[in-house]
């Protein structure tokens, strides 16, 4: 076996979370520049609960499965971009359904949570698997 493999595994899964990430942050981005939002659509949004929630979502990122890395991704997109949009002033929310007001980032969030929720049977199908070859009960 070639020991460096598993490092290689490890940068190409960090890069194409990288470019994944900023693909997100970059499209969440342009369209609250592009998008019209009305005068109600625009939130306040402080820094406050930013920290832990880069915190956790970092740590999903690291996990060893990929659906929970991958709805990571998607939610870190959605935090990073909205508190871009934060360190400008306020976050435009560019979608409207009746007098709901969102933004990509907002959907991304939603979306992240959902894969990794999704993704909860087949990990936990793959941990009794590990653990049972192991002789674990």
């Known amino acids: 076996e070639n020991p460096g493999a598993e490092n290689i595994m490890v940068t190409k899964t960090l890069v194409r979370s990288c470019v994944l990430l900023c693909a997100l942050i970059a499209a969440d981005q342009l369209l609250k520049l592009l998008l019209p939002t009305p005068y109600w659509g625009m939130d306040p ?14 740590a999903l990122i690291l996990a060893a499965y990929p ?11 959605g935090i990073v ?15 409207v359904i009746g007098d ?27 941990m009794r698997e590990r653990g049972t070859a192991r002789g674990w009960k």
């Open 45 to 58: 949004r402080g820094f406050s609960p930013v920290a832990v929630g880069l915190g956790i979502v970092f």
């Open 100 to 126: 709901r007001a969102f933004n990509l980032a907002d959907i991304m969030l939603v979306a992240g949570f959902l894969v990794m929720v999704a993704s909860f049977p087949a990990v936990v199908k793959d």
């Open 81 to 95: 971009s909205n508190t871009l949009s934060a360190s400008k002033g306020d976050v435009a929310n560019t979608f």
């Open 67 to 77: 659906p929970v890395r991958l709805g990571g991704t998607i939610m870190l997109a």
